[in-house]
């Protein structure tokens, strides 16, 4: 019960936040270049990663971090089992962009705040459409000096589990040139997926070695990236 008391305590937080940062803030930025922008919205992820800990007693660590410095912006692909990720990953990584569905910018204040970032949308009812719109942005995103970040398997699936891993963001590396650094978690066992409570811990957080794209096909760059993340996943819930 005490947990479900907490998570309620968070989401409220969460809740206030979103609404002061999609109605003030966002638009008070809206005069400021991009990393005006981006420095005030991130912010708020600042404050509700510092909130969870404080609510629901959940921290995170992060481990090869050095993998991170990269001469140029690169392509993080990451595993994808909780809300935790799309919030911590935006404090963890340097400057960057989310591909995201289409329908997330029409969500009140959330929407509003996260479109002043040049996130990359996808209609994925698109179809060739959609791969071919997702190239074309995160390429110019990259050439701006600007990570992009993207969930392969397309939602969110519990420990133990894999999904189908997409095919767009390896296509984006092949066409771009630029290297992919996967990321692993075990985030989904402190905070599952439909229940609002959330088991105290530390979530651990794995950044992977760059993995090439020159020349080489996305069906290769993706079997890399997939094996990668599902070995490393398996070792940390191993863990919990």
Known sequence: MLQWLRALVFWIGFAAS???FGLLVAPLALPFGWHGRYRALSQW???NVWWLGVTCGLRHRVHGAANLLQPQAAIVMA????AWETLALQQI????VWVLKRELMRIPFFGWAIGIVDPVPVDRKAGRRALDALVEA????LRRGLWVVLFPEGTRVAPGERGRYRIGGAVLAARSGHPVVPVAHNSGSFWPRRSLAKTP???DVVIGPPIPTQGREPEAIL???ENWIETEVARLERRV
């Open 138 to 141: 995160g390429t110019e995103r």
């Open 79 to 82: 595993k994808h089992q909780s």
């Open 45 to 47: 992820t600042r404050f």
């Open 201 to 203: 811990g530390t979530i």
């Open 223 to 225: 079997a890399d990236v």
């Open 93 to 96: 990584l340097p400057p960057q």
């Open 18 to 20: 979103t609404v002061v």
